[in-house]
């Protein structure tokens, strides 16, 4: 059994960045893909960004260039920066694991999630 817990949401202006960690526990984080999802009030939970074992990465069309994922191997850690954020960014984020080490855009791939963390972007 794997335990995500999300941190680092809150509230920011439009434009501006925020970091958010997914920290696992439970067994050995190295071989798994990992990624990061949202659910903005009223909507379906979307991809965002996707990391695989190896460090490969994928973005959804609507945060390339603004939102990078990374991953901390020795701490168990993913990370996702977001730079230049929109009002459309707000939502609650949620991370997500998989033992499959290749990543993926589809929910349905990945067997652990966390809590998920509030990022609410002011106009």
């Known amino acids: 059994q794997v335990q995500l817990v999300e941190s680092g949401g809150g509230l920011v202006q439009a434009g501006g960045s925020l970091r958010l960690s997914c920290v696992a526990s439970?067994?050995?984080?190295?071989?798994?893909?990992a990624g990061w999802f949202r659910q903005a009030p009223g909507k379906e939970r979307e991809f965002v960004s996707a990391?695989?074992?190896?460090?490969?990465?994928y973005y959804a069309d609507s945060v390339k260039d603004r939102f990078t994922i990374s991953r901390n191997y020795a701490t168990n850690t993913v990370y996702l920066q977001m730079n230049n954020l929109k009002p459309v960014d707000t939502a609650v984020y949620y991370c997500?694991?998989?033992?499959?080490?290749?990543?993926?855009?589809?929910?349905?791939?990945?067997?652990?999630w966390g809590q998920g963390t509030q990022v609410t972007v002011s106009s």
């Open positions: 990391i695989s074992w190896t460090s490969s990465t």
């Open positions: 997500a694991a998989t033992r499959g080490g290749s990543l993926s855009q589809e929910a349905t791939w990945y067997d652990y």
């Open positions: 439970g067994r050995p984080f190295g071989s798994f893909a």
